[in-house]
């Protein structure tokens, strides 16, 4: 069975999450089990490779990989907002429901109030990732 043509297109994901050409990107959370296709679809848009997690550089987003495994989700969006230019956004890419590490939407919730950041919007990335925009409280 093939996959159905009008599911969307890595591309077309990676614009759905507002970043463009020359913004410099922080990816936190890289693993094995990440989306590579999102992810070059990602470094497409913006030009260039994503940033790791130690970069000094101040960013415009953040993208976080998250597993219910990964320990304090709290203390990681927390260290999201070290890096990163104001009102820019947090994108939490967290396993699908059903899927190996899983987050409840309520922990991602109740995390993001705790670091200061509002859930904005959710969509669905891939086959196994959802992304949730999150955005500081001064936005």
């Known amino acids: 069975m093939s996959p159905s043509s009008d599911a969307p297109t890595p591309s077309a994901i990676a614009e759905a999450l507002n970043l463009t050409a020359g913004q ?19 470094e497409d848009l913006i030009g260039d490779e994503m940033e790791d ?27 999201t907002l070290r890096n990163i230019e104001a009102g820019s956004p947090v994108w939490l ?29 959710s969509l669905s990335l891939a086959a196994d990732w959802t992304g949730t925009r999150l955005a500081s409280r001064a936005n």
């Open 24 to 42: 410099i990107v922080q990816e936190i959370g890289y693993d094995d089990d990440v989306d590579h296709a999102l992810r070059d679809a990602i």
């Open 53 to 79: 997690e130690d970069t000094q550089e101040i960013v415009d987003a953040v993208v976080l990989w998250w597993r219910e495994d990964d320990g304090d989700l709290t203390d990681a969006l927390v260290d």
């Open 93 to 121: 890419l967290t396993p699908k429901a059903g899927r190996d590490g899983h987050v409840i939407p309520g922990e991602v919730q109740e995390s993001a109030e705790i670091a200061g950041l509002r859930v904005m919007s």
